[in-house]
């Protein structure tokens, strides 16, 4: 593996910001990371693909990173290539007569809800308040534990590393809580979503009311990652952790939220090994008490 090398052929021949060793900290919601051995910001269809090309030739690992709202990333950084997409993907077109929105995976989750507001459009009020980009939100199936976002996709593009372009229909994937069966080799570019024509201003209360619900639950004024765990069926992770005794529980600079126990906080210069000690510590506990294996949601980078 030669990062090196790959860095030397990208510099400066690509549409994209090629950088070593760069911080991945700034770069995470948590704000807890080493850094990428080498980061690649693409602008364009072009500069992605060739990267991938450069990166499979010298045998360097790579990920896909949009705002990093679901990772956490080893002290210890990692030492593949991060590639980050912007620009060309991160366009965005809204089609009020057609009730849909096309938009790039780099796009924020919160600019596309807001867009959708603005149109009239109906059906992504549950997102208000999801950070993250669209790709990653699409990926992951986002959204409450009630409603998610996959239904919603009438279809996607992604790029098969090394194959090309396709195109999903969003019938063809199977969407549920916290997951879907796209496959995790895929990067997805760019999607339709499908909306309803609906009224603004009940479109507008509906998401100051989720809004509200939402500030008043979670900590959001803590860098965090969101929730850690995937709540069991009919279960809320949150209250078995609490129940277990564990709000308000710390780590170093961690500290398992005394306003929602699932989620873990960064008071302050916390380490990834401080927050990784709080999950298993939260995990192990509802295992002993429930005999519930609490399914951890949070991506590691670097471990």
């Known amino acids: 593996m030669s990062v090196i090398n790959a860095y030397t052929e990208l510099s400066g021949s690509i549409d994209a910001e090629v950088l070593l060793d760069e911080r991945l900290a700034k770069r995470t919601s948590y704000r807890i990371g080493g850094p990428a051995a080498l980061l690649v910001v693409a602008h364009s269809y072009g500069a992605l693909q060739r990267t991938l090309e450069v990166l499979r030739r010298e045998g360097v ?4 990173l949009g705002r990093g709202s679901n990772v956490l990333v080893s002290d210890n950084g990692y030492d593949g ?4 997409l912007d620009d060309e993907f991160s366009r965005m077109t809204v089609q009020r007569d057609e009730c849909t929105i096309v938009a790039g995976a780099a796009v924020s989750l919160s600019r596309v809800v807001n867009e959708a507001m603005k149109a009239s459009l109906s059906g992504l009020e549950f997102c ?5 980009t669209l790709g990653g939100a699409i990926s992951m199936d986002a959204g409450t534990r009630h409603e998610w976002i996959g239904p919603l996709v009438r279809d996607f593009v992604v790029l098969r590393p090394g194959e090309g372009l396709h195109r999903y229909e969003g ?10 069966s796209i496959p995790t080799s895929e990067i997805i570019l760019e999607a339709t979503i499908e909306l309803k024509a609906g009224d603004r ?14 500030r008043e639950a979670q900590p959001l004024s803590k860098p965090s990652c969101g929730s850690v765990f995937r709540n069991p069926p009919d279960r809320s992770a949150g209250l078995l952790i609490k129940s277990c005794e564990l709000a308000g529980a710390e780590q170093g600079a961690a500290q398992i939220s005394p306003e929602h126990a699932n989620f ?9 090994v401080d927050v990784v000690t709080l999950i ?21 980078l670097g471990f």
């Open 61 to 64: 690992e790579w990920v896909i």
């Open 264 to 272: 873990i906080v960064n008071r302050g210069g916390a380490s990834a």
């Open 280 to 300: 298993q510590r939260a995990h192990d506990a509802v295992l002993d008490r429930y005999g519930i294996d609490l399914t951890c949601e949070v991506k590691l």
């Open 128 to 132: 208000i308040g999801i950070p993250g």
């Open 201 to 214: 201003d009940q479109i507008t209360s509906d998401m100051e009311e989720r809004l509200r619900r939402r």
């Open 171 to 180: 019938g063809e994937i199977e969407w549920g809580y916290r997951r879907t």
């Open 81 to 84: 290539c991060v590639i980050l």
